[in-house]
């Protein structure tokens, strides 16, 4: 049973699988990237992975002790490589210790005797318990391989007890007796019975599956019959024949004909269509059809020869006349069609024509797709000689399909409100990609990003949502991901190694995913953190550094050194925080950066003056404007909060708004003067944004009907402010004021959900009489 937190996957480095809690590496394989944190090519696996000084991973010394692999043991000269082994984890067993094996040479103190003795032994008889060796029973294989079976395996088991062999016999004696069979067909068959015992014992399994029948040499059927009458057999859902001869005479016990085999799925000789498994003969049923009423000839499309044609057209290429008489100039290719046993009858309709030739071949759209057409091959299009055809075109619109042309007379409609330039580059953007890529089938996301960023007129993310909205998208993974995490990704690659390894396990250990659970940074922190090492870490490696054990504490302050101000407690922080972790994780010896003083706030909050106050309300015009101008002065609410409210937080019945801080919630109670604020800006966003499914409070033009629905962005926060001043200037200026009316820090902390320390410098800076300190 899997613990809380936990799930059972597989281990990254070992392959293990076990019960994996906040990590992606299983507690033994943690241990021993610490003590070995050299990566290499292992010789006997062939992998690459964390070598110890036997010059082997984890996974091969186990295996070692495991199979008692005696020549890798004692580092034979020669020894072939092994295969990698999938292991389920397996506490307190002996085989998954991965300690350093003792070797020497000659026969000193320092060589295993055990391992020589059994080494000796598998040189003796290199083929003797290897044979078709008992598996665990009630294992299940994960790939099933066809074995090969000689007459050397049947002599291998000569001798071996095996389970089920008594029943068999005598199965296979009453048989010789009814059918009249030699002696010779009796020692031959039990030999092949003893082989299949042997296998299924091998595969440990309670009964022999009858397709691993196919595997044995000879008689086969004969082995069939005698362990199904034995009742150990599990027998196919189709009964099975493995002998091609059908005369009773030559083998009396088989008595049913030879089964004709499938045939697998094969183009048709005419069409060059798929027709699927199953299916009879070497064309498929429109060829056969056609074939019987057309004459043949050659096809002046696709020019071949000796094929049934109507209207001097094969099949393949006679829904194509139309398209032919329209476009002359049309590339002579025909469509790959896999034939499917459903689907409406009657006769193929000719491919359409709906848009009429260009004058100039050379400004013509691409092949445009069918609807439902997938494509075999994907490569990333090149935007650019488009965007280069177009811009020769003569002024006006571009010849759409009808299908297009109605998307782009939708996506105007719903937009009709917005006559921005933004509007103008999304209209751009949606009418070139249905002119050159059509809109009967779905399109690249990719795609619209890389026209997008050829030209700046044009825009991407409003198209996207739009055609995703209907299903003619097809979303490319790599742009969702996360950006910050991609930077950090291309941060890490463009270090050193192993720099770039320690560097990652901090990265890993900030997301909880270290030798201890720790608190989950978000990968925008990282980022930043990131940002002011990668220069300090180039520098570093540029000197000769190759990893950060070799940093010192004179390393450390020379970087810091020649900064001040916040640049310089930001790195220092950040160096603090990737050698505290490292030398927590064990990947450095010290920590070199543990005595960097970080400094501290040196300046203090200052309030606003009291005629730039009176002026805001009326420099914010907007009813947004004004309800963030009241939250940031009246309640000190935080800008990156304010982004945060949702509108379900909001209860005006009872003056309330809910602030979401992670798991922690603050409750303001709102007074008069806010409370007409937000119940003017929730009646303004309903009659401005009727159809808005954004649940944020606070929405611009641009995200209240974005279908991502995304918080309002900070610049438009503050672009409702005077020049020079920010909502974090409100906030402080409201905090001090209430710290000069009373100096309780309890009574800031409640009243504005601030923490002890916070509330204890406003304190000090209204009040600095009461907080400074007595000589002893």
Known sequence: MAKEGGSARSCEMCLRWSVLRWTRTCHGCRAWKRTYPERGVCPRCRHEGHLNTDGLCKSCLQAIRAFDDAEWALGVAGAAPRDVQLIVGAWRDYATRACKLVR?????????????????????????????????????????????LTEATVRAIIGRPLAGWDRAREVLVEMAAEYGMSEGWYYQVAEMVRLALAVNEAEGTGRLHEARLRDLPTHRDAVRLILLQAGLLEAAPVPMRFSRADQP??????????????????????????????????????????????????????????????????RPCHPYRLLDEARPATSRFTQLVIVLPTGGGGPVLPVPVDDPPADNPDESPAGLTARGQEALFTLRRDWAPVLDRLRRRPRGELPLTARARLLVEEYSQMRREQQAPDYRKNIRTLTTVMYWLGADSPVSERDVHDLAQLDPNLAAKPVCQFLRARDLLVDDPDLHRDPDLTAIEAALA??????????????????????????????????????????????????????????????????????????????????????????????????????????????????????LLARLLDHARTPVGRLAVALAAVHAVPGRDMRMILTADVDLARGTVEIRRGLLRHTLYL?????????????????????STNPHLLVSQKSALDPDQPAISIGALRGVLPKGMTLDDLRQDRILDEAFEGADPLRLMRLFGITER???????????????????
């Open 104 to 148: 020497a040479s000659g026969s000193g103190r320092g060589t295993s005797k055990t391992w020589r003795t059994k080494l000796r032994h598998q040189d003796r008889d290199p083929a003797g318990a290897e044979v078709l060796a008992p598996g665990l029973r009630g294992q299940l294989a994960l790939f099933t391989a066809p074995r090969t």
């Open 671 to 691: 007074e008069e003067f806010t409370h007409r604020l937000a119940a003017e800006w929730l009646t303004y966003r309903h009659h401005r944004w009727p159809g």
């Open 249 to 314: 005479a030559r083998i009396p016990y088989i008595t049913a004909p030879v089964p004709i085999p499938p045939l697998g799925p094969r183009q048709c000789r005419e069409c060059h269509d798929w027709i699927p498994a199953g299916a009879r003969g070497f064309r498929c049923t429109p060829c056969r059809h056609w074939r019987e009423r057309h004459p043949r000839g050659r096809c002046v499309r696709c020019s071949r020869e000796d094929l049934p044609l109507r209207a001097d057209r094969c």
């Open 758 to 776: 916070t509330a204890m410098r406003y304190v000090g800076a209204a009040h600095p009489e009461r907080t400074s300190k007595l000589p002893r």
């Open 494 to 611: 463009a270090l050193p190694q192993p720099t770039a390894s320690e560097v990652r396990a901090w990265v890993d250990i900030l997301r909880s995913q270290g030798r201890r659970e720790g608190e989950l940074r978000g990968w925008d922190g990282i980022r930043r953190y990131l940002d002011y090492l990668q220069p300090v870490l180039t520098g570093w490696a540029a000197t000769g550094v190759t990893t950060l054990r070799e940093i010192s504490q004179h390393q450390v302050e020379d970087a810091v050194r020649d900064l001040s101000g916040h640049a310089r407690r930001q790195l220092a922080i950040a160096l603090r925080s990737l050698f505290r972790a490292l030398k927590r994780q064990r990947v450095v010896f010290r920590d070199p950066a543990r005595e960097l003083p970080v400094g501290d706030l040196k300046g203090i909050p200052r309030s606003v003056p009291s005629d």
